[in-house]
């Protein structure tokens, strides 16, 4: 079984954080949704409160085949665990993904450098310099793929699903989902 983070913090993107989780663990991944903040409990940009299954100290040092960033937020870009992990994520070429404005995430690590990548309106200097933005709803080059906001959110889900776990439970799912 694959092993996933999904981050959060206070005013992450729900849409894209829950539905996300919610493909991940329908597809039979393994998933913990981590809190970046020092309770379990993270406010969401909207007002709506998520538990997380774990906080970000308990988790820090595992090894994850796919680390998640949703949205809503720039608050990811400043929190020196997240980066630390990411870079050695990359490091090791396993997966990442982020959505919305989360690929500044990846800008500010500094692992965009010839990268294909995407993110929310208005946001593309936060990519990086050298990232080769493209303007589509999901993007995969090599191990890290991009999103660009709530309504990419089914989009995004779906091709993490592909990636973990291939095109058929991909399909099998967009199908659940009546996308087909």
Do not use: W
């Not at 539905?19 to 998933?31: P, S």
């Not at 538990?51 to 608050?75: Q, R, S, W, Y």
């Amino acid at each position: 079984m694959s092993k996933v983070a999904l981050f959060i913090i206070d005013g992450f993107e729900e849409a894209e954080a829950v539905v996300t989780a919610d493909l991940l663990r329908r597809a039979d991944v393994g998933l913990k949704i981590v809190s970046l903040s020092d309770k379990k409990e993270v406010l969401g940009k909207h007002n709506i409160t998520v538990t997380a299954d774990v906080l970000f100290n308990e988790v820090k040092n595992d090894i994850f085949d796919m680390l998640v960033i949703p949205g809503g937020t720039i608050k990811y870009i400043e929190h020196k665990g997240l980066l630390e992990l990411v870079k050695k994520q990359h490091a090791a070429k396993r997966n990442l993904a982020a959505i919305c404005a989360a690929p500044a995430v990846f800008g500010t690590a500094g692992i965009l450098e010839g990268y294909k990548a995407t993110i929310y309106t208005g946001m593309r200097v936060y990519l990086g310099p050298g990232a080769v933005y493209e303007e589509e709803p999901v993007v995969t080059d090599r191990h890290i793929t991009t999103s660009r906001g709530p309504g990419t959110s089914m989009a995004f889900g779906v091709r993490l699903i592909e990636i973990l776990k291939g095109k058929d439970v991909a399909d099998k799912i967009k199908e659940d989902f009546l996308l087909k």
